[in-house]
């Protein structure tokens, strides 16, 4: 009979094991989805009072305000300029680059890029703007912080020997895409929409080794995020009639006019991004700004104050208030948003790009008197289809709105709208937005650009 002591050491020895196998090799993951939880619902909630707080201070101090924004536009562009240049613009591009360069680059150029540094630069210079009121948004930092935590507890455990992948280079990728997959699920509350994410926009290989480490790194995120603030929607639930027939010919409809507008968005603000570049030395970055603070100030000022914020606030207007919109107020927030952008500072265009379709959709649902009952699905579609135009990304685009908005119903109808989108977004430009800043951020034949839109 197996004497209590061997039986002891055999139970011991076989939990050392389990915990070898399957338990430390997941623990990394939990950590920093767990962080990026944490600091992706402490940056939204920011982000939320500052931009109501501009809001109020654009209504009731006018004056003020417009005396404040290009002080503030400077401050955020300055943060960039001199602490951290690849914390600029929204960070999907840099988290690309990151993944598609790890087997090339070096490890002071990765740090620049996913650094301590650029995470502290890329939440204070996007609050900076969000307090003048700039219409940018908060979910492609979200991915930039969240790609940038998990390789700091990479780092961290690999320097003290822990069991990680053999491979540094595999080990980085995988936590790199984790990051930006945990980033989206928790800025947006779309698990599904943050795994996707990750295999249309980031993974360059084969998804299946590195499914695991998403997935592990989505859950944690998401379940802290949730556990911060809530389960919630990021849009709400509007109410959506039966699909029928027309409404699925109005979405493909919505598809090519939306997608074809969200193309032109990338492909105009990527020539304008170039064109800045032009704009070197003190004297001209300090006229770059001024112009760019004068005409977003005249452009609040025209709209009432519509042009300000990411938009997300906007979209729930429209669908649950039923406010009206007219053809000017999508070109409004188109600007207001390139404005911004160029700037230079750190601001995404997810949330504005989602409030551009939105405010198309409605737009067309109230110029044809046919589709007014389907006013709300087609707000839906333009969104997706819009984004998708921009991305380039139609399934992530696809169940993001549906995660947000809670509407399987409208499954189909969205579907055909973003592959609409994304045919004539193609037609129109072969590569997308980010794809083309991506590009711009590394090229093996030379050395590494941190921040190519900053020279």
């Known amino acids: ?11 011991q020895d076989g939990s050392r094991l389990l ?25 939204a909630a920011l982000f939320r009072r500052l931009s109501a707080f501009s809001e109020r201070f654009f209504s009731e101090h006018f004056a003020t305000w417009a005396l404040a924004v290009p002080v503030l536009f400077f401050a955020s ?11 600029s613009g929204s960070g999907i591009p840099q988290v690309m680059s990151a993944i598609e360069s790890l087997e090339h680059c070096g490890e002071s150029w990765l740090k620049k890029i996913l650094g301590f540094r650029m995470i502290l630069v890329k939440v204070l210079s996007s609050t900076v703007m969000v307090l003048a009121g700039g219409a940018i948004g908060r979910e492609g930092p979200t991915i ?8 700091m507890v990479e780092d961290f455990f690999r320097g003290r020997k822990f069991i990680l992948r053999k491979d540094p280079t595999a080990s980085r990728k995988a936590f790199i895409l984790a990051g930006g997959a945990a980033g989206i699920a928790a800025a947006f509350n779309t698990p599904l929409g943050g795994i996707v994410f990750a295999i249309e926009e980031l993974a360059t290989d084969s ?12 859950i944690v995120a998401g379940v802290t995020a949730q556990a911060l603030v809530g389960s919630y929607l990021y849009l709400g639930t509007p109410t959506i009639p039966k699909v029928t027939g027309l409404a699925i010919a109005e979405a493909a409809i919505l598809g090519i006019v939306a997608g074809g507008a969200g193309a032109f968005f990338g492909r105009s603000l990527f020539r ?5 570049r032009e704009w070197t030395g003190w004297k001209k970055e300090t006229a770059w700004v001024l112009s760019c603070s004068a005409l977003f100030i005249g452009l609040a000022a025209a709209s009432g104050g519509y042009s300000l914020g ?24 188109f600007i207001s948003t390139q404005l911004c952008y160029l700037v230079g500072g750190a601001g995404g265009i997810f949330s504005p790009a989602l409030s551009i379709g939105a405010n198309l959709g409605a737009w067309l649902a109230q110029l044809v008197p ?12 333009g969104m997706a289809a819009f984004l998708t135009g921009v991305t380039h990304a139609p399934f992530t685009s696809l169940v993001l709105v549906l995660e947000m908005t809670n509407k399987s119903s409208a499954i189909f109808s969205l579907m055909l709208a973003t592959m609409a989108a994304h045919w004539i977004s193609k037609a129109i430009d072969t590569g997308s937005f980010y794809e083309r800043v991506q590009e711009s951020f590394f090229n093996p034949q030379r050395t590494p650009d941190p921040a190519p839109h900053d020279r």
């Not at 930039?144 to 390789?151: C, D, E, R, V, Y």
């Not at 990411?310 to 919109?325: A, M, T």
């Not at 589709?371 to 709300?376: G, T």
Request: aromatic share 14%; hydrophobic share 50%.
């Open 272 to 276: 304008l991004l170039k064109w800045r």
């Open 77 to 87: 562009r300055a943060l960039v300029v001199f602490f951290s240049p690849s914390s």
């Open 19 to 43: 915990f070898n196998r399957h338990v430390a090799p997941t623990l990394p993951y939990w950590i920093a989805g767990g962080l990026t939880g944490l600091v992706a619902s402490a940056y």
């Open 370 to 381: 046919a589709f007014q009952a389907d006013s709300h699905l087609l707000v839906l579609a």
């Open 310 to 333: 990411g938009g997300s606030e906007g979209i729930g207007r429209i669908l649950f208030e039923n406010q009206s919109v007219s053809f000017i107020h999508a070109p409004i927030r």
């Open 144 to 151: 930039h912080i969240g790609a940038g935590l998990f390789l």
């Open 1 to 11: 009979m197996e004497s209590l002591s061997a039986y002891s050491n055999r139970f």
């Open 207 to 218: 998804f299946k080794q590195f499914r695991t480490t998403v997935i592990t790194g989505v």
